[in-house]
């Protein structure tokens, strides 16, 4: 499986964008995917996920109310749209994929990753 995460960019605070991630593989209706990021000088941390069976999904405190996870089976893509961003939002986000189908919050549960994209909110 191949993730190929896009849709960063600068944004001011208070803006919005929305990250895809296209996958390839024809199981991917059946994956558990997951956006997580990494900051600057930090270790990367859950952001959001998404499971297979029913569109549960799972989001980090600190972007509950702003973000939303959503994904389109058909196009074999996973989205992020984020609402209300902040300057601490700044990372490079990663799209993740596990077999198992669960939206997971631990990154050591995920099997594949994409390659990043990064997003940076001025204030």
């Known amino acids: 499986v191949q993730l190929q995460a896009s849709g960063g960019g600068l944004v001011q605070a208070g803006g919005s964008l929305r990250l895809s991630c296209a996958a390839s593989?024809?199981?991917?209706?059946?994956?558990?995917m997951g956006w997580f990021r990494q900051a600057p000088g930090k270790e990367r941390e859950f952001v959001a996920a998404?499971?297979?069976?029913?569109?549960?999904?799972n989001y980090v405190d600190s972007v509950k109310g702003r973000f939303t996870i959503s994904r389109d089976n058909a196009k074999n893509t996973v989205y992020l749209q984020m609402n209300s961003l902040k300057p601490e939002d700044t990372a490079v986000y990663y799209c993740?994929?596990?077999?198992w189908g669960p939206g997971y919050v631990d990154q050591d549960q995920y099997d594949y990753w994409g390659q990043g994209t990064l997003v940076t909110v001025s204030s």
């Open positions: 998404i499971n297979w069976r029913d569109a549960n999904t």
């Open positions: 993740a994929a596990n077999r």
């Open positions: 593989g024809r199981a991917f209706s059946r994956y558990g």
